[in-house]
Nanobody, 122 residues
Framework: QVQLVESGGGLVQAGGSLRLSCAASRRTFNSDAMGWFRQAPGKEREFVAKITWSSGSTSYAHAVKGRFTVSRDNAKNTVYLRMNSLTPEDTAVYYC???????????????WGQGTQVTVSS
């Protein structure tokens, strides 16, 4: 089992920045991939970004590429999502997830955090 705890969400004005953190209880070969997803009210949960503990390779959704940066600190078992140039369309609950393979669909991840709310005001 892997427990994930997100933090860092909040209210920010459009154009502002936030950094989310996701602390994992441990790292295993079954949880090498770490993904960030978000879910806005009335919408499905969607992929945002992903990274692997082992290689650090990253991938981003088109909507956030160039504005968001995912990184990891293996010593702290923590993954980060730096979000710049935020817009009201980025308002959502943000979740981190862990899985064996770095996919972009929710079904590819086995462990999920409780989520953290990000609200961007116009």
């Amino acid at each position: 089992q892997v427990q994930l705890v997100e933090s860092g969400g909040g209210l920010v004005q459009a154009g502002g920045s936030l950094r989310l953190s996701c602390a994992a209880s441990r790292r295993t070969f079954n949880s090498d991939a770490m993904g960030w997803f978000r879910q806005a009210p009335g919408k499905e949960r969607e992929f945002v970004a992903k990274i692997t503990w082992s290689s650090g390779s990253t991938s981003y959704a088109h909507a956030v590429k160039g504005r968001f940066t995912v990184s990891r600190d293996n010593a702290k078992n923590t993954v980060y999502l730096r979000m710049n140039s935020l817009t009201p369309e980025d308002t959502a609950v943000y979740y981190c997830a862990a899985g064996r393979w770095p996919g972009i669909t929710t079904s590819q991840y086995d462990y999920w955090g409780q989520g953290t709310q990000v609200t961007v005001s116009s």
